[in-house]
Structures are given as structure tokens and as C-alpha cells.
């Protein structure tokens, strides 16, 4: 059973995230090995595998990349195996703006210019947001190929900006 199949749902990209989380809270309450106390053990341990996959489920779900991540997935191209991330390969042109962009990073974090890094990390979540709705638009259209190079580029910026907030947490601390 996939993530949507849990919900009820069919495979889209675009969720009513309230409706969804009102869901996974009824199915929750429903599911719950605190109601089967008294039941045996087999189903018990079915209703706590029921409330993890119903769980994982909700964090896949709720979250519109890894939403299209996994509605990727269910096309046949997981980015997180090594087959899919080869499917993804990304243009040189790309690859050589990221490494501008992560010494640039370096040199901010060395410096200590947690302002002008953020600033950076903006610009990224920006890209990111136009190549995440250029996968929607490509998984839409069933253009896997797109699709994939587009999540291909979300993950980069995903990881740049991970990066820059884990020297605004050192920063902080």
C-alpha cells in the first residue's frame, strides 16, 4: 500500500494539507495501540505497524518536496537510490554554479557573515520553489524525464540551504 493509498487518496501533487492532517488524526485515534490493551499480541503489533506506516505516510505527505519526491517514485525514479540519482544527472552548466555558490558560502561562513550567507540561501530557496513547480508541471504532464531533472535540482538546493542554516544554528550557539 503506498502513502496515498493510507489516506484514501489517489497519487496527486496538490493536497488540502488541513483535510490531511484532519485525516491522519482520525485515522490516528482510530488506529491507536492504546485501543487494543486488551487484544492479543498480533494485533497489537498489526495496529503499531498500521499507526508507523500511517505516521511515515503523514511526514511524506504533508510535505509538497517530498510529496513530489515520492509521486516521482511511484513513476519508477527514486532519486535516493544510485540508479535513480544517475537518471538525474545534472548539466555541467549547473553543477559549476552550485560549486560558485557553495565557495561562496565557505568563504561567508570564514568570514563569519551569517547575514550575507542567509541572504544566499534566500536566493536558493527561491530556485527552488520555481524547480520544484517546474517538476509539478512536469510530473502533471507525465514527462518523468523533466520531472526528474528539476527534483534533481530541489535536492541541490535542499542541500545548500541545509548547509547555510547549520552555520546560522552554529552561529547562534
Do not use: C, W
Not at 528539476?150 to 540551504?161: K, M, P, S
Amino acid at each position: 500500500m503506498n502513502h496515498f493509498e493510507v489516506f484514501g487518496l489517489a497519487p496527486v501533487l496538490e493536497l488540502d494539507v488541513k483535510a490531511l492532517e484532519q485525516r491522519h488524526r482520525a485515522l490516528s485515534l482510530e488506529l491507536h495501540p492504546d485501543r487494543l490493551v486488551a487484544a492479543d499480541a498480533k494485533a497489537r503489533l498489526s495496529a503499531l505497524e498500521k499507526t508507523a506506516a500511517l505516521n511515515d505516510a503523514f511526514k511524506v505527505l504533508k510535505d509538497p518536496v517530498r510529496r513530489a519526491f515520492y509521486v516521482l517514485r511511484l513513476k519508477g525514479v527514486d532519486l535516493e537510490s544510485e540508479g535513480g540519482a544517475a537518471r538525474a544527472a545534472m548539466p555541467m552548466a549547473f553543477l559549476e554554479e552550485v560549486m560558485e555558490r557553495r565557495e561562496r558560502l565557505e568563504a561567508l561562513k570564514a568570514r563569519g557573515e551569517l547575514a550575507q550567507a542567509r541572504a544566499l540561501a534566500d536566493d536558493v530557496a527561491r530556485e527552488q520553489q520555481a524547480a520544484l513547480e517546474r517538476a509539478k508541471a512536469a510530473l502533471t504532464s507525465d514527462d518523468v524525464a523533466e520531472a526528474t531533472h528539476q527534483l534533481g535540482r530541489v535536492r541541490y538546493y535542499a542541500r545548500f540551504i541545509e548547509e547555510v542554516e547549520a552555520f546560522e544554528e552554529e552561529a547562534s550557539s
